[in-house]
């Protein structure tokens, strides 16, 4: 897995040298991966796995039913105190014993889970979260972690789990710093510790680790994308990057879409967002052919990358602007899909686009009230120069679809409104789909990767707020309310009829305010996981 998203690394610090001084401040800011190992142990869970672990530093998540039957045997470094501390109370209680036994492991980090009959996918996630808390708060460089047995969950599914919220919980987002010793330590590797009596099943673990860690090495490249400054990650930084990434990845074709054929091909909506931009907007495509036996049967994932949004002459206020930064999201998330599922090699033709510009105000700026023409031949009416991520999706669409014959289903996912926010806070992702059955797709496969959408309407009535008298579309609604359905009807119109659509607005879901568990502050990946799973349920040749 290090290797995997190490190779990676090292392409881009290569791209870096030519590109000049000015990725410096990028170089040094990417996130070491966190290597996952599984390691075969005696007994199901400590303290009967403790022998041949001496000098190690062990995390054991445990229940409170597990607890109970520690009481029960005397263990020295277990006192009554160490147990009441677990037993009864909350889940993600933390606490460190020394075992005394001179072959006993060093440190063992205890962490409460609960009672065993309200056991939870997601309070096994809160437990792992504290315990890498917990490590690096230690400042160890590496530890095992007992896979324990989950009511309903396979031993796969449960090691799986550890290993990304491991990996997810290991970030930290402080490279920039001039002072290496000023950077928060963290883990450099963790070992899985599964039990022996589950070692006919060793292989299918591995496996599943394997992946789950490869997926969440792509949120982590996500993150890192999206957390980058404009000033040190331009938008020819992001094209070298993605054209280095097709170079390096042999299922992975590249093709961009600069500025001369934007105007060429009349897309009037990316050309005015980009056009007060200190670079020139532009579409990059990047095709994983994984099912080469039915090369049109494809499926589009598209992302709004503005790299920084001052809002136009429509200006942001202060207060609203500082973290536009983060307005490229989408566009690193699907980068980070398109590396995922072309390390994965997911049997399925997947095509990924990152739509880029930036609004900035400059004498070129345009203008609330302009009326553009848009690469499908729609005219439209600017209602408000910041809402700008619809206008660049638009062409986007339009051109995959036109570009990419056979495109059946597309997904966008783009931090698009303030409204979704509003609506459903940072917890869930807002879809807005006419498909009841790709609705029905996303969720399930949501629920399991704990990257939850919710189901938002597409009424007609929202429709008619963009009718506009002079044109044949308004970019805006005619008020604030239901800004999110409005903006997701806007985009509905560069559909193709017959196409498979989704709308993923991940504005509240993919940039927080503050740390929620392994969620950190600012760029979370959100959407790496949900996308990859859902492309192998239901779009690969040999679906899981």
């Known amino acids: 897995i290090n290797a995997e998203y190490g190779g990676f690394l090292a392409m881009l610090h290569a791209a870096r040298s030519r590109l000049g001084h000015s990725l410096r401040a990028f170089s040094t800011s990417l996130s070491p991966a966190l290597n996952v190992t599984v390691t075969s142990v005696s007994g199901s869970q400590w303290p009967e796995s403790a022998p041949g672990l001496h000098g ?52 063992l980090v205890v962490v409460g889970m609960g009672s065993k009959q309200q056991a939870s996918t997601n309070g096994l996630q809160k437990a792992v979260h504290a315990a890498i808390q917990r490590l690096n708060g230690i400042g160890v460089s590496s530890a095992g972690i007992f896979v324990p047995g989950m009511p309903d969950m396979a031993t796969e599914e449960v ?51 394997e992946e789950q860690a ?4 792509g949120t982590i490249l996500a ?22 990434l097709g170079a390096n990845m042999e299922t992975l074709e590249v093709k961009v879409v600069g500025l001369d054929q934007i105007e060429k091909r009349k897309m009037g909506l990316i050309e005015a967002v980009g056009r007060a931009g200190p670079k020139p907007p532009r579409l990059i495509f990047l095709e994983h052919k994984g099912n080469p036996a039915e090369p049109t049967n494809r499926v589009g994932v598209v992302g709004k990358g503005i790299l920084f949004d001052t809002g136009g002459l429509n200006l942001k206020p202060t207060g609203a602007m500082e973290d536009m930064y983060l307005d490229k999201h989408g566009a690193a998330t699907v980068m980070a899909i398109m590396k995922t599922v072309a390390s994965l090699g997911v049997k399925a033709n997947v095509v990924g686009v990152l739509a880029l510009a930036e609004n900035s105000v ?4 345009y203008r609330p009230s302009d009326i553009l023409t848009a690469m499908n031949g729609n005219t439209v009416h600017v209602g408000n120069t910041d809402a700008e991520g619809r206008l660049v999706l638009a062409d986007a669409l339009t051109c995959l679809q036109a570009d990419y014959s056979g495109t059946h289903t597309i997904l966008d996912l783009a931090t698009l409104t303030g409204a979704i926010r509003i ?22 496969v949501g629920n399991k990767t704990q990257e939850k959408v919710w189901r ?15 044109c ?64 192998q349920e239901h779009h690969a040749s040999n679906p899981k």
């Not at 009864?88 to 492991?105: I, Q, R």
């Not at 599964?194 to 599943?208: D, I, K, M, P, T």
């Not at 806070?425 to 399930?444: R, Y």
């Open 456 to 470: 938002m309407p597409l009424l007609d009535e929202f429709r008619e707020e963009l009718d506009h008298p002079e």
């Open 472 to 535: 044949d579309l308004c970019s805006t609604g005619t008020s604030r309310e239901g800004g999110s359905s409005t903006a997701a009807h806007f985009l509905h119109n560069f559909i193709e009829d017959g196409v498979e659509w989704a709308h993923l607005d991940i504005a509240g879901v993919a940039a927080l305010n503050k740390a929620r568990d392994w969620r950190p502050k600012n760029a979370t990946g959100w959407g790496v996981h949900l996308v990859t799973r859902w492309l």
């Open 159 to 209: 090691a799986a789990c550890i290993a990304e919220v491991a990996v997810l919980s290991n970030y930290s987002w402080d490279g920039n710093k001039s002072d290496p010793s000023k950077r928060k330590d963290r883990l450099a590797s963790v070992s899985l510790l599964v039990s022996r009596s589950h070692e006919q099943n060793l292989v299918s673990v591995e496996q599943a680790v």
């Open 214 to 217: 490869l997926i969440s090495s």
């Open 423 to 444: 609506g459903l806070g940072e917890h869930l992702c807002g879809i807005f789909t006419p498909s009841q059955a790709l609705a029905d797709q996303l969720t399930s």
């Open 223 to 244: 993150r890192d994308l999206a957390n980058q400054r404009a000033n040190q990650f331009t938008l020819d930084h992001f094209e070298h990057a993605a054209v280095e």
């Open 56 to 107: 190690r530093t062990s995390v054991a998540l445990l229940f409170e039913e597990d607890v109970a039957a520690l009481a029960d045997q005397n263990l020295p470094e277990f006192t009554d105190l160490h147990v009441e501390s677990l037993k009864g109370g909350k889940a993600s209680n933390v606490l460190e014993v020394f075992p005394g036994s001179a072959d006993g492991a060093s440190r």
């Open 362 to 365: 400059d004498s070129v700026s």
